[in-house]
């Protein structure tokens, strides 16, 4: 139950040494000895929000502002929502609730039609309206030395390791190019590149410092864990990230991994399509867990479903529960003719009902519709009518992303 006493507001520059100790508290960790949480520096103080307690700050929350790249190629306005906590002792009295319709009520305002997050625990979201599984992340490990298919065929593009001055103008244009192409992907701000591969010693994890390798369509950035045993050097590659504009980059960018020298193996968290089990001539020797990634929440339904483009024509008319954005509750006539849809409201009769949050995780076309009926997470009225939305929402690849924010 919601406390009385509890208010909001956004923050200010005064209060982030308050705003740091709560958030870093509400994880059961510690502010940073050496200066600023690194998640301080990308922070929208006109979008981060505390909670008080009369006058103790209790509750943490921000919004970036941010694109994401959506079925189509389509890049979609999104309010990515992060540093979210609650300071031990407050919980379950309403702060994050409170925290969680403040930013979904603003995003509505500002025309943010999207929400994003990473969850810290699966059972917390879903009650807000999250998704869950609207991305997903597979943890890929494997032994080097293996040798592609005989079908798989790597240049002669040269692939150099460099300084990380050196590499970053590359990078950040390659990484702008590609993340334009790939579903989930972000923009990138200049300080969200100092977060996303930050180097201090404290992020290191007890790993090298980060190597940075350029090739010309690509480039991968990876630390070393350094290990040995009688038999000499067994080092693991932990990669960071592998960005390609073309397939052969991928394919040129993973045989130079497979192939450094003094490393045994390589781990990396990847795309669940990632192409390299198809590559390689023994896929048994990749071994793969699969977590889930972003969470994604319809801010606005009438204008998130036709941001994107869909695989299939469809006309459906879909009645929506949403308590928290009661804007987007009712029925909704759902038209897609040549990928593109049109969203009206209607008192027809609904042909599938569903939560907001079922709407989130199918939105990237991650997950089947399909697969949520089967669940009772949907519930069709009209014969055929999950099936071809299905089919509708399907994107050609699968939705990731390659960053927590």
Same mark, same amino acid.
Request: charged share 25%; hydrophobic share 40%.
């Given at each position: 139950?919601?406390?009385? =006493?509890?208010?909001?507001?956004? !923050?200010?520059? =005064?209060?982030?040494?308050?705003?740091?100790?709560?958030?870093?508290?509400?994880?059961?960790?510690?502010?940073? +000895?050496?200066?600023?949480?690194?998640?301080?520096? %990308?922070?929208?103080?006109? #979008?981060?929000?505390?909670?008080?307690?009369?006058?103790?700050?209790?509750?943490? &929350?921000?919004?970036?502002?941010?694109?994401?790249?959506?079925?189509?190629?389509?890049? +979609?306005?999104?309010?990515?929502?992060?540093?979210?906590?609650?300071?031990?002792?407050?919980?379950?009295?309403?702060?994050?609730?409170?925290?969680?319709?403040?930013?979904?009520?603003?995003?509505?305002?500002?025309?943010?039609?999207?929400?994003?997050?990473?969850?810290?625990?699966?059972?917390?979201?879903?009650?807000?309206?999250?998704?869950?599984?609207?991305?997903?992340?597979?943890?890929?490990?494997?032994?080097?030395?293996?040798?592609?298919?005989?079908?798989?065929?790597?240049?002669?593009?040269?692939?150099?390791?460099?300084?990380?001055?050196?590499?970053?103008?590359?990078?950040?244009?390659?990484?702008?190019?590609?993340?334009?192409? #790939?579903?989930?992907?972000?923009? #990138?701000?200049?300080?969200?590149?100092?977060?996303?591969?930050?180097?201090?010693?404290?992020?290191?994890?007890?790993?090298? +410092?980060?190597?940075?390798?350029?090739?010309?369509? &690509?480039?991968?950035?990876?630390?070393?864990?350094?290990?040995?045993?009688?038999? &000499?050097?067994?080092?693991?590659?932990?990669?960071?990230?592998?960005?390609?504009?073309?397939?052969?980059?991928?394919?040129?960018?993973?045989?130079?991994?497979?192939?450094?020298?003094?490393?045994?193996?390589?781990?990396?968290?990847?795309?669940?399509?990632?192409?390299?089990?198809?590559?390689?001539?023994?896929?048994?020797?990749?071994?793969?867990?699969?977590?889930?990634?972003?969470?994604?929440? !319809?801010?606005? %339904?009438?204008?998130?479903?036709?941001?994107?483009?869909?695989?299939?024509?469809?006309?459906?008319?879909?009645?929506?529960?949403?308590?928290?954005?009661?804007?987007?509750?009712?029925?909704?006539?759902?038209?897609?003719?040549?990928?593109? =849809?049109?969203?009206?409201?209607?008192?027809?009769?609904?042909?599938?009902?569903?939560?907001?949050?079922?709407?989130?995780?199918?939105?990237?076309?991650?997950?089947?519709?399909?697969?949520?009926?089967?669940?009772?997470?949907?519930?069709?009225?009209?014969?055929?009518?999950?099936?071809?939305?299905?089919?509708?929402?399907?994107?050609?690849?699968?939705?990731?992303?390659?960053?927590?924010?």
């Amino acid at each position: 139950m919601a406390d009385s =006493a509890l208010s909001i507001r956004t !923050i200010g520059s =005064a209060d982030l040494p308050e705003f740091q100790r709560v958030f870093a508290w509400s994880f059961l960790d510690e502010p940073p +000895a050496d200066g600023e949480h690194r998640w301080m520096k %990308v922070l929208e103080l006109d #979008r981060t929000h505390a909670v008080f307690d009369g006058d103790e700050m209790v509750g943490t &929350g921000g919004v970036l502002s941010r694109e994401l790249t959506v079925p189509g190629g389509v890049l +979609a306005p999104a309010g990515a929502v992060t540093v979210v906590g609650v300071k031990p002792g407050h919980r379950r009295r309403g702060v994050a609730s409170l925290l969680m319709k403040t930013q979904l009520h603003g995003m509505h305002e500002t025309g943010d039609p999207i929400a994003i997050l990473w969850a810290s625990e699966g059972s917390i979201y879903r009650r807000f309206g999250y998704g869950e599984h609207a991305s997903s992340l597979s943890m890929m490990t494997m032994p080097t030395r293996m040798p592609f298919h005989p079908g798989v065929s790597v240049s002669d593009a040269r692939i150099r390791q460099v300084t990380r001055e050196e590499a970053m103008p590359f990078m950040r244009e390659v990484h702008d190019r590609v993340r334009r192409t #790939r579903t989930g992907w972000l923009s #990138r701000v200049e300080k969200t590149w100092d977060v996303h591969l930050g180097d201090a010693e404290s992020n290191r994890d007890g790993l090298s +410092a980060y190597r940075y390798c350029l090739h010309p369509q &690509g480039y991968v950035v990876f630390r070393v864990k350094h290990e040995s045993n009688n038999s &000499g050097p067994q080092n693991e590659l932990h990669v960071r990230e592998l960005v390609c504009e073309t397939e052969q980059a991928y394919v040129d960018l993973y045989r130079f991994l497979l192939d450094l020298d003094l490393a045994s193996g390589i781990s990396f968290y990847t795309a669940t399509d990632d192409p390299i089990l198809h590559m390689v001539d023994n896929p048994r020797k990749v071994r793969r867990e699969l977590s889930d990634a972003l969470w994604l929440r !319809i801010v606005d %339904v009438d204008r998130a479903l036709p941001l994107r483009r869909y695989q299939s024509d469809v006309d459906s008319v879909l009645e929506v529960e949403d308590s928290l954005c009661p804007w987007n509750s009712g029925r909704w006539r759902f038209t897609v003719k040549r990928g593109e =849809a049109v969203v009206t409201r209607t008192e027809d009769a609904a042909d599938v009902s569903l939560d907001v949050a079922a709407l989130g995780s199918v939105y990237l076309g991650g997950v089947r519709l399909s697969v949520l009926r089967r669940a009772h997470r949907v519930v069709e009225h009209t014969p055929g009518h999950v099936d071809a939305l299905t089919m509708a929402f399907l994107g050609t690849d699968e939705p990731h992303c390659p960053e927590v924010f």
